[in-house]
């Protein structure tokens, strides 16, 4: 998943993170799935060396305990992530088309998202939530600052409002979208309160020339 051979990266609004080598890479990614999947307070170390089919003695050889095992996952989770969407953003399309190939992307993980694992990292794991919320406040910011920008300047998106501004709105509603109490789980998925999100967004900022690209676009088929 991470065609690289060098293991000290830095992205946007993050610290350095350090991998040893490419079986760990390899092996976080896959502890990273598992929780996505099941959650994180629940999943015990001796837990995940089940999952994985590995030995704790494996698992303990690249962390010293389930904090750091954590703060892993979610450091390679969010750098997978912005590496999918820096290839969208290289794609050079109009910003509705990449807005709408990045929502491709990202349903494709909130399908398959357990529902503690916000909740978990908020509550139990608080360096690994800050990871999230500098990825966020980071580079997701600079990305719809830009997509904005550039939709202003092809004239899809109105100029009568803030693009820095509506960038912030968008991030602080983004996490909305994962609260379970505001949208319970059992009434709600996180890819239709997603989509929901995407499509109050876009149908605010477009201009007449862009509102015809938007209509273009069924999101129930995203």
Known sequence: MFPFKYFNITFVSMAKITFSDDREITLIQQVSEVYLKKGIKAI?????????????????????NKIELVQKAVQIYVLDEQKSVEEIQSRDLNPIQET????TFVIQTLAKVNPLVHYDLQKYFPKAWNTINNYFNGFVYESILLNLNKGQEIGIYRTDFSAEIVAKIFITKLDLVFDAELFPPSKF?????????????????VSEKGRTI?????????
Do not use: C, P, R, W
């Open 44 to 64: 015990t170390m001796d837990d995940m060396a089940k999952e994985l089919h590995v030995s704790k003695k494996t698992l303990y050889k690249y962390v010293e």
């Open 100 to 103: 709408q190939e990045i929502v």
């Open 189 to 205: 998925t996180f890819v239709q309160v997603y989509l929901d999100f995407i499509q109050h967004h876009l149908h605010g900022i």
């Open 214 to 222: 938007l209509n273009k676009i069924n999101f129930t088929n995203i």
